[in-house]
């Protein structure tokens, strides 16, 4: 099963766009959103990619209620209290978070497949035990303030591996 995995949206429907395209062209079956998309407006393009959706909150995400309407009925988001989500998808334990240092203190407990974070903005991937480890980058495509390299990563349950996808 293909999973997508984006974060860090920062309103850049632009963007958004095109990652959408190349989600269906790659045939996932999910998204996995590790937070901020910012604005409702966002929750709501990134809803009508007809998915189930599974996200966290960012730190620049505040209108949760508005952005659980327009997300729509295929938008899964984790509750408030929560810093993090857990979902099992084609048999694989799967967590995500927004910010780094949980998704790495949930890596090294061994317990998931994969963990998923964002926050960096920032693409990398790897192993922690045997577990994978991995920030998708973001598709705003902005790191440190100046432009960067937009990017979302498509998770392989069945190799339990990802592949970055440049927007």
Not at 3 to 19: P, Q, T, Y
Not at 94 to 107: E, Q, R, S, T, V
Not at 111 to 121: I, K, M, N, P, S
Not at 136 to 155: E, H, N, R, W
Request: charge should be positive; aromatic fraction near 10%; hydrophobic fraction near 40%.
């Amino acid at each position: 099963m293909k999973i997508a995995v984006l974060s860090d949206i920062h309103d850049h429907i632009w963007n958004l766009e095109k990652a959408k395209k190349a989600i269906k062209l790659q045939k996932c079956k999910a998204v996995i959103f590790c937070g901020d998309m910012c604005a409702p407006f966002t929750a709501g393009i990134l809803g009508n990619i007809e998915l189930s959706i599974y996200a966290v909150w960012g730190n620049v995400d505040e209108d949760h209620w508005a952005m659980v309407q327009k997300g729509g009925n295929n938008f899964f988001a984790a509750p408030l209290s929560q810093e993090f989500n857990e979902q099992v998808l084609d048999g694989k334990k799967i967590a995500f978070c927004h910010y780094p240092m949980l998704g790495k203190l949930l890596a090294g407990t061994g317990y998931y497949d994969a963990v998923f974070h964002g926050h960096t903005h920032r693409q990398y991937y790897r192993k922690v035990g045997k577990t994978l480890l991995a920030n998708p980058g973001a598709v705003c495509g902005i790191v440190g303030g100046k432009s960067g390299l937009a990017s979302f990563m498509i998770y392989d349950t069945s190799k339990n591996s990802v592949r970055l996808i440049k927007i």
